[in-house]
């Protein structure tokens, strides 16, 4: 009964987003104000309904109710209870569903929050909102129906992925998809404002909020499936360059474009066309990558989502909203003339800097990702486009976007001096060059790039204080400390996301250079030495139970020089009987310096165990990055000039004048 | 053969494939006796496998992989090493077999050589582009300050006095 009413609410809210994406567009049109009112409580409405749709779905899974085709096909009575309740996103309908249900939250987030936007544009913005959330009931409703019955309910399921049963990738999607759905708002405000004719400083102000949550959410987002590589795949890589990867990599990089580019609309007046193209984009990309996800046309290890025919219909609703705003960019960008006007050297033209790598290293990435396709298309080649290409084509640009961004962002607004931004960061380029230095003279034979990636993180995040210590202006120390504190939350945002990066690329050079591996066979009893750590196989228990599985478990002790024992790890092996699949769980022991990582493997005809040791230096420290970066866009997220914007947004001629310097 | 025969002859199947399934333990990508004695063609052959594609995998390197075929093509590069090939004798080996499909690194010949120049043809485009906008901004002249309308002039005033 209850999955009847949330398969019923679901319908319902298809109708209220067909009567929301028209009725507010027209009163907009025609300047009736009542009809645009109706937005608001359409949006609320939607919402609801999608979440009572969304919680009937849930109550499904936690209850087990295997009449359910989706519940028979992805549970099973012993799963966890955490497990029971991810499985409701864990596969295509339930993702889909949870897709609409963020869409629409967004939306009502708007209609909640949008008292400050002029009624029209607010209006349209819900209505462009609410015709994206459209195509999307559509294609729950018509092609992907969590809602189902099964004529005859089997005893019980069929179980979950077992690779899905973790916590990092249990709360992945709801990351990315927050991400990927809030650029919606971008896109939105984009076309409503093209259909309005009218880009001003305070159509950046109320884009760039909307753009940095996508990007934070993105960011965790990202950050968690890198994670969960690391520790589940079981020999510790962060990042694979794969198909469904790259397609989260890409609306993150634009959307990292778009939220730069939007200051510059918001305090310059300039950059405005590109600004809009961005944002219709960056949704575009996020359109792509769940084409990519959900179609499987690019073979990758998130098999579990794969069904060609349903990318089809993903891959109309993308022709159709990027044709349609496309077209309507052509027609009208011609008329948001820039005002703006900077020097050569100026904060703008960093800025620009900044969106022209990001940019072309997203569509490097993009036709990297693509490329298979498109030689298959042409010739009768089948072609792989691996690490190595990406490698190549993507470090050049993160290494001069890692370069550039403290200079960046010291650059004065309108018109600056090169030479006075390298004074004020010459103790930065001192520190760094003396530890990349330092760095690549203890590291003999190994290349020059991860000195040179170590340099550069300390360019960064060294550069990020310097700018907040320069915003303190002249006198006592004492006093510039005082004044550190009362900085805007914006250029608190800006240092700490800056330097998370240079975090990131820290733990990414180190690993990427300096990890220690070794491959035995481990005899219990026997020690031995890998790198600085003596390691001991003490016992392997076999047909250890799990709720849902069967492991073969390892303990090894890992002592340091000194023989002190500084950690018992247990790496296993898994069998879900259910789903017939084996799984393996890393032992890792965690630190600031290292990882101390290890994988078990089979017994060996002669006795003893195969394990696989790798000592991976500084490996949290790309996840810790990941995670300031985040925090960096949530301080910039809480400026106090995002509360106060309704006495702006009416008077657009003094806004320069209040803003804190960025 | 009755109906009930072949049910029981179809179960016995389907139940020795679940066992096949189940008692099939997980490889762990490079075993122990794969690895060569000599280190410097071990770490020749972890670099060749790294860049070879496992062919029945969702995009996985044989050195990263678990499939049965990965541990045979690791062994076949090992081979071919000990034997005295050079590292592009050992992959012109395998791509000979397998077909370029297996290049984790695409070729630069024919329509590749758009892929390997894209970066650097959208970056001079790109730098073009934002240079020329760059130049045009700098030497534009700012509108006149009468933008203003009389009712925002009004309001700038009343602001101001504040």
Same mark, same amino acid.
């Given at each position: 009964?209850?999955?009847?009413?949330?398969?019923?609410?679901?319908?319902?809210?298809?109708?209220?987003?067909?009567?929301?994406? !028209?009725?507010?567009?027209?009163?907009?049109?025609?300047?009736?104000?009542?009809?645009?009112?109706? %937005?608001?409580?359409?949006?609320?409405?939607?919402?609801?309904?999608?979440?009572?749709?969304?919680?009937?779905?849930?109550?499904?899974?936690?209850?087990?109710?295997?009449?359910?085709?989706?519940?028979?096909?992805?549970?099973?009575?012993?799963?966890?209870?955490?497990?029971?309740?991810?499985?409701?996103?864990?596969?295509?309908?339930?993702?889909?569903?949870?897709?609409?249900?963020?869409?629409?939250?967004?939306?009502?987030?708007?209609?909640?929050?949008?008292?400050?936007?002029?009624? +029209?544009?607010?209006?349209?913005?819900?209505?462009?909102?609410?015709?994206?959330?459209?195509?999307?009931?559509?294609?729950?409703?018509?092609?992907?129906?969590?809602?189902?019955?099964?004529?005859?309910?089997?005893?019980?399921? @069929?179980?979950?992925?077992?690779?899905?049963?973790?916590?990092?990738?249990?709360?992945?999607?709801?990351?990315?998809?927050?991400?990927?759905?809030?650029?919606?708002?971008?896109?939105?405000?984009?076309?409503?404002?093209?259909?309005?004719?009218? *880009?001003?400083? %305070?159509?950046?102000? $109320?884009?760039?909020?909307?753009? #940095?949550?996508?990007?934070?959410?993105?960011?965790?987002?990202?950050?968690?499936?890198?994670?969960?590589?690391?520790?589940?795949?079981?020999?510790?890589?962060?990042?694979?360059?794969?198909?469904?990867?790259?397609?989260?990599?890409?609306?993150?990089?634009?959307?990292?474009?778009?939220?730069?580019?939007?200051?510059?609309?918001?305090?310059?007046?300039?950059?405005?066309?590109?600004?809009?193209?961005?944002?219709?984009?960056?949704?575009?990309?996020?359109?792509?990558?769940?084409?990519?996800?959900?179609?499987?046309?690019? +073979?990758?290890?998130?098999?579990? =989502?794969?069904?060609?025919?349903?990318?089809?219909?993903?891959?109309?609703?993308?022709?159709?909203?990027?044709?349609?705003?496309?077209?309507?960019?052509?027609?009208?960008?011609?008329?948001?003339?820039?005002?703006? /006007?900077?020097?050569?050297?100026?904060?703008?033209?960093?800025?620009?800097?900044?969106?022209?790598?990001?940019?072309?290293?997203?569509?490097?990435?993009?036709?990297?990702?693509? $490329?298979?396709?498109?030689?298959?298309?042409?010739?009768?080649?089948?072609?792989? /486009?691996?690490?190595?290409?990406?490698?190549?084509?993507? +470090?050049?640009?993160?290494?001069?976007?890692?370069?550039?961004?403290?200079?960046?962002?010291?650059?004065?607004?309108?018109?600056?001096?090169?030479?006075?931004?390298?004074?004020?960061?010459?103790?930065?380029?001192?520190?760094? /060059?003396?530890?990349?230095?330092? !760095?690549?003279?203890?590291?003999?034979?190994?290349?020059?790039?991860?000195?040179?990636?170590?340099?550069?993180?300390?360019?960064?995040?060294?550069?990020?204080?310097?700018?907040?210590?320069?915003?303190?202006?002249?006198?006592? *120390?004492?006093?510039?400390?005082?004044?550190?504190?009362?900085?805007?939350? =914006?250029?608190?945002?800006?240092?700490?996301?800056?330097?998370? !990066?240079?975090?990131?690329?820290?733990?990414? =050079?180190? #690993?990427?250079?300096?990890?220690?591996?070794?491959?035995?066979?481990?005899?219990?009893?026997?020690?031995?030495?890998?790198?600085?750590?003596?390691?001991? #196989?003490?016992?392997?228990?076999?047909?250890? @139970?799990?709720?849902?599985?069967?492991?073969?478990?390892?303990?090894? =002790?890992?002592?340091?020089? @000194?023989?002190?024992?500084?950690?018992?790890?247990?790496?296993?092996?898994?069998?879900?009987?259910?789903?017939?699949?084996?799984?393996?769980?890393?032992?890792?022991?965690?630190?600031?310096?290292?990882?101390?990582?290890?994988?078990?493997?089979?017994? @060996?005809?002669?006795?003893?165990?195969?394990?696989?040791?790798?000592?991976?230096?500084?490996?949290?420290?790309?996840?810790?990055?990941?995670?300031?970066?985040?925090?960096?866009?949530?301080?910039?997220?809480?400026?106090?000039?995002?509360?106060?914007?309704?006495?702006?947004?009416?008077?657009?001629?003094?806004?320069?004048?209040?803003?804190?310097?960025? | 053969?009755? &109906?009930?025969?072949?049910?029981?002859?179809? &179960?016995?199947?389907?139940?020795?494939?679940?066992?096949?399934?189940?008692?099939?333990?997980?490889?762990?990508?490079?075993?122990?006796?794969?690895?060569?004695?000599?280190?410097?063609?071990?770490?020749?052959?972890?670099?060749?496998? &790294?860049?070879?594609?496992?062919?029945?995998?969702?995009?996985?390197?044989?050195?990263?992989?678990?499939?049965?075929?990965?541990?045979?093509?690791?062994?076949?590069?090992?081979?071919?090493?000990?034997?005295?090939?050079?590292?592009?004798?050992?992959?012109?080996?395998?791509?000979?077999?397998?077909?370029?499909?297996?290049?984790?690194?695409?070729?630069?010949?024919?329509?590749?050589?758009?892929?390997?120049?894209?970066?650097?043809?959208?970056?001079?485009?790109?730098?073009?582009?934002?240079?020329?906008?760059?130049?045009?901004?700098?030497?534009?002249?700012?509108?006149?300050?009468?933008?203003?309308?009389?009712?925002?002039?009004?309001?700038?005033?009343?602001?101001?006095?504040?």
């Amino acid at each position: 009964m209850i999955t009847e009413l949330g398969h019923f609410a679901l319908i319902l809210a298809f109708m209220v987003s067909l009567f929301q994406m !028209v009725v507010p567009l027209v009163g907009a049109h025609r300047g009736n104000g009542a009809w645009m009112a109706v %937005a608001d409580p359409a949006a609320t409405t939607q919402f609801l309904l999608t979440a009572f749709s969304f919680a009937a779905l849930t109550w499904a899974f936690v209850t087990s109710d295997f009449s359910l085709n989706l519940v028979t096909a992805n549970s099973h009575t012993d799963k966890p209870m955490l497990y029971k309740i991810t499985g409701v996103w864990g596969n295509h309908e339930g993702s889909l569903l949870l897709w609409v249900l963020i869409l629409t939250l967004f939306g009502a987030c708007a209609a909640w929050f949008g008292s400050n936007l002029p009624p +029209t544009l607010k209006a349209r913005v819900l209505a462009v909102q609410s015709s994206v959330a459209a195509a999307f009931f559509a294609f729950i409703l018509f092609t992907s129906n969590p809602f189902l019955r099964l004529a005859m309910p089997p005893m019980n399921g @069929q179980d979950l992925n077992p690779l899905l049963q973790d916590p990092g990738l249990a709360f992945h999607p709801p990351f990315l998809y927050l991400g990927y759905v809030g650029l919606s708002m971008a896109f939105s405000f984009a076309v409503a404002a093209l259909i309005e004719g009218r *880009v001003d400083a %305070a159509w950046g102000r $109320w884009v760039r909020p909307w753009t #940095l949550a996508a990007w934070v959410f993105l960011t965790i987002g990202i950050g968690l499936g890198s994670w969960w590589a690391y520790y589940e795949l079981g020999w510790g890589g962060f990042w694979f360059w794969d198909p469904v990867e790259n397609a989260s990599l890409m609306p993150w990089l634009i959307a990292a474009a778009l939220l730069h580019s939007a200051i510059v609309v918001e305090k310059r007046e300039a950059l405005k066309s590109w600004t809009i193209l961005l944002a219709i984009l960056a949704f575009g990309f996020s359109l792509i990558g769940t084409f990519i996800v959900r179609s499987g046309v690019l +073979t990758s290890v998130h098999a579990f =989502a794969n069904d060609p025919e349903r990318g089809v219909y993903i891959l109309g609703i993308l022709c159709f909203f990027m044709g349609g705003s496309l077209f309507l960019f052509a027609l009208r960008a011609g008329a948001m003339e820039a005002k703006g /006007v900077f020097s050569t050297v100026s904060r703008e033209s960093g800025l620009v800097l900044n969106n022209l790598l990001l940019a072309v290293s997203t569509f490097v990435v993009f036709i990297g990702t693509i $490329w298979p396709l498109v030689i298959e298309m042409f010739s009768d080649r089948t072609v792989s /486009v691996g690490p190595p290409f990406f490698n190549m084509a993507f +470090t050049p640009f993160a290494l001069a976007m890692a370069v550039a961004m403290p200079l960046g962002g010291m650059l004065a607004w309108k018109r600056a001096k090169l030479d006075r931004a390298v004074m004020q960061l010459m103790p930065a380029l001192i520190l760094a /060059v003396a530890v990349g230095l330092l !760095v690549w003279a203890i590291s003999t034979g190994k290349s020059a790039l991860a000195p040179i990636g170590v340099a550069l993180s300390v360019w960064l995040v060294a550069g990020s204080l310097l700018d907040l210590w320069s915003r303190t202006g002249r006198g006592a *120390v004492a006093g510039r400390f005082a004044r550190l504190w009362r900085l805007p939350r =914006a250029d608190w945002g800006k240092a700490t996301a800056h330097a998370g !990066v240079g975090l990131t690329m820290f733990g990414v =050079a180190t #690993l990427t250079g300096y990890q220690l591996e070794d491959i035995r066979v481990a005899n219990p009893g026997q020690s031995y030495q890998v790198g600085a750590y003596e390691v001991e #196989l003490l016992v392997v228990d076999q047909n250890v @139970q799990g709720p849902n599985y069967i492991s073969t478990m390892a303990h090894v =002790a890992i002592r340091d020089r @000194q023989g002190r024992q500084i950690a018992l790890l247990h790496p296993e092996k898994r069998i879900y009987p259910v789903a017939g699949m084996p799984t393996t769980e890393a032992g890792i022991d965690s630190g600031w310096t290292r990882d101390v990582y290890l994988a078990l493997g089979d017994p @060996q005809p002669g006795g003893g165990w195969a394990l696989r040791t790798w000592i991976k230096p500084f490996a949290n420290w790309i996840w810790g990055g990941t995670i300031i970066m985040a925090l960096g866009g949530l301080l910039s997220l809480s400026d106090r000039r995002y509360r106060v914007a309704a006495g702006a947004a009416k008077a657009p001629g003094i806004r320069a004048n209040e803003m804190p310097a960025e | 053969m009755t &109906a009930r025969a072949s049910f029981g002859r179809h &179960a016995a199947a389907v139940m020795a494939a679940l066992m096949l399934l189940v008692a099939v333990p997980p490889a762990m990508a490079v075993q122990p006796d794969e690895v060569l004695a000599d280190p410097l063609l071990e770490e020749r052959a972890r670099d060749i496998s &790294a860049g070879l594609r496992c062919v029945v995998c969702r995009n996985e390197s044989i050195d990263q992989s678990n499939a049965e075929i990965a541990r045979d093509l690791r062994l076949l590069v090992r081979e071919r090493l000990v034997a005295g090939d050079s590292d592009d004798d050992v992959i012109a080996y395998v791509v000979d077999r397998y077909g370029e499909y297996v290049l984790m690194r695409p070729t630069m010949t024919g329509g590749n050589i758009l892929l390997w120049l894209a970066p650097l043809a959208l970056i001079l485009a790109g730098g073009g582009l934002s240079l020329a906008y760059i130049r045009r901004r700098s030497g534009a002249v700012a509108p006149a300050e009468a933008a203003l309308s009389p009712e925002e002039e009004a309001r700038l005033q009343a602001i101001l006095k504040e």
